[in-house]
Nanobody, 115 residues
Framework: QVQVVESGGGLVQPGGSLRLSCATS????????MAWYRQAPGNQRELVAA???????NYADSVKGRFAISRDNAKNTVFLQMNSLKPEDTAVYYC?????????WGQGTQVTVSS
């Protein structure tokens, strides 16, 4: 069973930064567009950012200019650099493939933005 392991979340003040990491199996990683999703309490899970195997990216309007997704193909890892964080960015962040999430969802990593 293919798994993902997300890490890097935490508590940060508004305006702060965090860098999330996600590792998964090479066979899945190399063939698929990878993405970060998030789910806040009471909300549906939403796509935040995605990146193709060739490095093309796209972002949700709410994070454009603040978040940057990248990938290390040699390490089967995808990153999400989050800057200028806002309280509304508080959520559990997950990674998976896109547009279809074909990997069993991991535990995610909690990001809390609060003063």
């Amino acid at each position: 069973q293919v798994q993902v392991v997300e890490s890097g979340g935490g508590l940060v003040q508004p305006g702060g930064s965090l860098r999330l990491s996600c590792a998964t199996s090479g066979s899945i990683f190399s063939r698929n567009r990878m993405a970060w999703y998030r789910q806040a309490p009471g909300n549906q899970r939403e796509l935040v950012a995605a990146i193709t195997s060739g490095g093309m990216t796209n972002y949700a309007d709410s994070v454009k200019g603040r978040f940057a997704i990248s990938r290390d193909n040699a390490k089967n890892t995808v990153f999400l650099q989050m800057n200028s964080l806002k309280p509304e960015d508080t959520a559990v962040y997950y990674c998976n493939t896109a547009p279809l999430a074909i990997i069993t969802w991991g535990q995610g990593t909690q990001v809390t933005v609060s003063s």
